[in-house]
């Protein structure tokens, strides 16, 4: 079993930025996808970036150049940096990770809400 805490979500205003910092315990696999989703209301869980061992790291096009995840494999943790907020980026953002045995798990999720 992995666990996965989240934290760092809010209420910002346009333009504005926050990171968000995921840490993974537990049965955790050197090699690993982690990274982010979110889930805006009425819509389905959309990919906004993972970075895989040994791979790299892919964002989804609405947030390149703006979104940036960053990995302290030491600590188990990603982080997303946020920047350049828009309205549309509102959502409940989830942390994901996956290993190469195809065990899937998901955090409770943090609610971000760009707002003026």
């Known amino acids: 079993q992995v666990q996965l805490v989240e934290s760092g979500g809010g209420l910002v205003q346009p333009g504005g930025s926050l990171r968000l910092s995921c840490a993974a315990s537990?049965?955790?696999?050197?090699?690993?996808?982690m990274g982010w989703y979110r889930q805006a209301p009425g819509k389905q869980r959309d990919l906004v970036a993972v970075?895989?061992?040994?791979?790299?790291?892919n964002y989804a096009d609405s947030v390149k150049g703006r979104f940036t995840l960053s990995r302290d494999s030491a600590k188990n943790t990603v982080y997303l940096q946020m920047n350049s907020l828009k309205p549309e980026d509102t959502a409940v953002y989830y942390c994901?990770?996956?290993?190469?045995?195809?065990?899937?798990?998901w955090g409770q999720g943090t609610q971000v809400i760009v707002s003026s």
């Open positions: 537990g049965s955790i696999f050197s090699l690993n996808t």
């Open positions: 970075v895989t061992s040994g791979v790299g790291t």
């Open positions: 994901y990770y996956s290993d190469y045995l195809g065990h899937a798990y």
